[in-house]
């Protein structure tokens, strides 16, 4: 079982930067497909982004594509989320997921219930 951490959410202005962090506690994140989901008040938890377990292989949901980037530090067991040029439809609880794998080679899964490792979240405020 890994312990997910995140750290790094905060306030930010429209079109600011904030970068959010997932650190594992105990265990090496490098057999884990890594994922940042958020949830704003009122609705659901939606997928972000994801990467695969070298880092090779990154997805994006639309609304993100060219402003977040996923990266990882398996050396440091850290995955971070780069958000640049926020918006207020930003503003969420950012939670990142852990889903163990063999090898690099499998789809990120943008689905929830794929996951099996959450950590507590992060909130990230996006004034305008």
């Known amino acids: 079982q890994v312990q997910l951490i995140e750290s790094g959410g905060g306030l930010a202005q429209a079109g600011g930067s904030l970068r959010v962090s997932c650190a594992a506690s105990d265990r090496t994140l490098s057999w884990y497909i890594v994922a940042w989901f958020r949830q704003a008040p009122g609705k659901e938890r939606e997928f972000v982004s994801g990467?695969?377990?070298?880092?090779?292989?990154?997805s994006y949901a639309d609304f993100v594509k060219g402003r977040f980037t996923i990266s990882r530090d398996n050396a440091k067991n850290t995955v971070f989320l780069e958000m640049n040029s926020l918006k207020p439809e930003d503003t969420a609880v950012y939670s990142c997921?852990?889903?163990?794998?063999?090898?690099?080679?499998?789809?990120?899964?943008?689905?929830?219930?794929?996951?099996?490792?959450w950590g507590q979240g992060t909130e990230v405020t996006v004034s305008s």
């Open positions: 997921a852990a889903r163990q794998e063999l090898g690099d080679y499998t789809p990120i899964p943008r689905v929830s219930d794929d996951y099996s490792y």
């Open positions: 990467i695969s377990l070298t880092g090779r292989k990154t």
